[in-house]
Each structure stands twice: as C-alpha cells, then as structure tokens.
C-alpha cells in the first residue's frame, strides 16, 4: 500500500509538470487585429540603401518585411497583407485612416514589389516606406522605415 500512494504521489507530481509544460508550449502571443491572426510584432524596413549613404540618381530603394505579406493591391484588402509607399521628403500622413496620394512625393508600389528605383536631385534626401492595406491605408501603428540620403 506504500509503494501505492508513493506512485500516486509521482504521478500527480509528473501530470502537474506535463500540463505546466503544455501552458508554457502553448503560450506564443497570436495577435489578433488589422495585420490578422500573427505572431512577430510587424515591421518594416528600408534595406537599401543605408542611412547616411552617398548615392547616385536614379537611387535603388528596397523592402524588407515581418509579420506581413506584400501583395499586389489588386488582390484587394486581407489582414496582414498590403503594399509599399515610399514619401519623398515629406512627412508620414497625420491621420492615417486615409489612403495616400499618388504624387511625385508619394510613390505607391501597389504592383506588390519590393524595390524601386527613384530619379532624385542632388542633394540630401529623406525616403520614407510606409506600408499599407489594398485600398493604399496605411496600418494604424503606422509599419515606416526612414532612411536619409545625400545624392550626388
């Protein structure tokens, strides 16, 4: 009867140990909100060219990505998925709840690439990524990167 109750007690101890395993296994953070069901904080970065770098026009800009899809616009808007914007010398958007202008300070890249080349002036400028849905809103926290160039 004592080797009984010594073996009762290991398993209750061993089934305590499994479940607090399982809890720690299964407790990945799934965020679910505009960027869908994920589970690495989303962001966006400007690859190249490297801040402070001395370029020449036409100037190579590239996009790296986690936590989201890049899509073309036309497959429409889906949670975690979207496109790039580069703004050229201009600031991010004040309310971001509005699709972004098509103009020679706002290029959208709703082909759903990663890289672009811009025809820039010489002189120092600032390229901004600003990531948004198939309808061209950008994510509220906005998904940005900045990069300052001089051209040549």
Known sequence: QRRFIFMKKISIEWLVLAAVCLIFSASTVYADSEYGSID???AVVITEP???ATVSSPVKVCMGVNGVVVQPAKKGINPGSG???LLIDVDLPSNLSKG???DANHVHMGDGSTCKELKL???KHIIRTLFANGGHVPYNPALTSTVIVTVK
């Open 100 to 102: 972004i202008g098509k």
């Open 40 to 42: 690495v904080a989303p």
């Open 121 to 123: 002036d010489s002189g």
């Open 50 to 52: 490297a801040t402070g």
């Open 83 to 85: 496109h790039h914007h």
